[in-house]
C-alpha cells in the first residue's frame, strides 16, 4: 500500500506556463528501522530494517513513478503456498497530475500494488492530494484516495483521509505532524474470509510527529513517532518510533 507512514513521493514543480515542459527525474533511497503501513504498527509490513525505493518521471503536469520495499513475509507463504526470497516485496506503480492554482497545489493520482507471488492482492487505488503553504515556513496538505476493487487487504470502497503539517525550522532542520483516518466498507469478495470479518467501518488510524534533519544537501536523517489507533477489526494499535535515512536525487 501506498507510503502510508513512512514512503513520501516527491513531485518536482513546474516552470511557469509559458516555459515549454521538460523531463524531469527525482528519486530516492531510503533505509527505515521498519516498514509501516498506514499505522498498523502490531503488525508492519517489515518488522526489520527495510530497503525502499522511488523513481519518478515527469514531463509538464503528468508523471509516472515506482516505488518498492523489502517486506518481511510474501503473500504466497500468507495463503498456504511456498514462497521465495523474490516475493518478499511491494511494488507500487502510479500515473498522476499536478496542478497548481494561485493558493493551493493539486495531485490528482493512480496507484496499482502488486506483490510477487499473491492471489488476489494487485489492488488500484485513486487519491488526491491538496496543499497549501499556509507562510514561508508552513505547508498544510490533505489526501483522500479509495480502492477500486476488491483485494485479499481491501474491499472496494475502502477509503484513506490524511492530513499533514509540516513546518521548516531552520535551513537543515523540518518538523511535521499527520492525523489519519478511514472508511472501511464490510462487503466485499473476500469479507469472512482472507480479509477477515470487519468490524468497524469510521476508524482513527494513527497520529505522528516528527523530525527530519538534512546531513547534507541530498542525504536526511528521520525520526517520527507514531500514535496507534485502530484497525478494521477494531484492534488498537501499539504506540512505535519509526526511523530513516533516504538520499534523494
Same mark, same amino acid.
Given at each position: 500500500?501506498?507510503?502510508?507512514?513512512?514512503?513520501?513521493?516527491?513531485?518536482?514543480?513546474?516552470?511557469?506556463?509559458? &516555459?515549454?515542459? %521538460?523531463? +524531469?527525474?527525482?528519486?530516492?533511497?531510503?533505509?527505515?528501522?521498519?516498514?509501516?503501513?498506514?499505522?498498523?504498527?502490531?503488525?508492519? =509490513?517489515? +518488522?526489520?530494517?527495510?530497503?525502499?525505493?522511488?523513481?519518478?518521471?515527469?514531463?509538464?503536469?503528468?508523471? *509516472?513513478?515506482?516505488?518498492?520495499?523489502?517486506?518481511?513475509?510474501?503473500?504466497?507463504? *500468507?495463503?498456504?503456498?511456498?514462497?521465495?526470497?523474490?516475493?518478499?516485496?511491494?511494488?507500487?506503480?502510479?500515473?498522476?497530475?499536478?496542478?497548481?492554482? =494561485?493558493?493551493?497545489?493539486?495531485?490528482?493520482?493512480?496507484? #496499482?500494488?502488486?506483490?510477487?507471488?499473491?492471489?488476489?492482492?494487485?489492488?488500484?487505488?485513486?487519491?488526491?492530494?491538496?496543499?497549501?503553504?499556509?507562510?514561508?515556513?508552513?505547508?498544510? &496538505?490533505?489526501?483522500?484516495?479509495?480502492?477500486?476493487?476488491?483485494?485479499?487487504?481491501?474491499?472496494?470502497?475502502? #477509503?484513506?483521509?490524511?492530513?499533514?503539517?509540516?513546518?521548516?525550522?531552520?535551513?537543515?532542520?523540518?518538523?511535521?505532524?499527520?492525523?489519519?483516518?478511514?472508511?472501511?466498507?464490510?462487503?466485499?469478495?473476500? =469479507?469472512?474470509?482472507?480479509?477477515?470479518?470487519?468490524?468497524?467501518?469510521? %476508524?482513527?488510524?494513527?497520529?505522528?510527529?516528527?523530525?527530519?534533519? %538534512?546531513?547534507?544537501?541530498?542525504?536526511?536523517?528521520?525520526?517520527?513517532?507514531?500514535?496507534?489507533?485502530?484497525?478494521?477489526?477494531?484492534?488498537?494499535?501499539?504506540?512505535?518510533?519509526?526511523?530513516?535515512?533516504?538520499?534523494?536525487?
Amino acid at each position: 500500500m501506498i507510503a502510508g507512514c513512512t514512503a513520501v513521493y516527491s513531485f518536482p514543480s513546474h516552470a511557469a506556463e509559458d &516555459t515549454p515542459p %521538460a523531463w +524531469d527525474v527525482s528519486g530516492n533511497v531510503s533505509m527505515v528501522s521498519k516498514y509501516v503501513s498506514r499505522g498498523l504498527t502490531n503488525a508492519p =509490513e517489515d +518488522d526489520d530494517l527495510a530497503i525502499q525505493a522511488g523513481l519518478t518521471l515527469a514531463y509538464g503536469n503528468f508523471y *509516472v513513478g515506482y516505488w518498492g520495499s523489502t517486506l518481511g513475509y510474501s503473500y504466497a507463504e *500468507v495463503q498456504g503456498r511456498k514462497g521465495h526470497s523474490s516475493d518478499k516485496f511491494e511494488h507500487d506503480f502510479l500515473v498522476g497530475y499536478t496542478y497548481s492554482s =494561485e493558493n493551493y497545489d493539486w495531485n490528482f493520482w493512480d496507484a #496499482t500494488y502488486y506483490y510477487p507471488g499473491g492471489k488476489h492482492t494487485t489492488g488500484n487505488e485513486l487519491g488526491l492530494n491538496v496543499s497549501r503553504a499556509l507562510n514561508d515556513q508552513t505547508t498544510l &496538505t490533505a489526501g483522500i484516495s479509495t480502492y477500486l476493487y476488491d483485494v485479499a487487504y481491501a474491499n472496494q470502497g475502502d #477509503t484513506y483521509y490524511t492530513l499533514n503539517m509540516s513546518y521548516q525550522l531552520n535551513e537543515k532542520l523540518s518538523a511535521n505532524a499527520t492525523a489519519t483516518g478511514s472508511y472501511f466498507h464490510d462487503q466485499g469478495k473476500h =469479507e469472512g474470509e482472507e480479509l477477515g470479518d470487519t468490524t468497524r467501518q469510521h %476508524a482513527f488510524r494513527y497520529a505522528s510527529a516528527g523530525l527530519n534533519y %538534512a546531513l547534507l544537501p541530498q542525504l536526511n536523517l528521520s525520526g517520527d513517532y507514531i500514535f496507534g489507533g485502530y484497525n478494521r477489526y477494531d484492534q488498537k494499535q501499539r504506540d512505535l518510533a519509526v526511523f530513516g535515512l533516504s538520499y534523494n536525487f
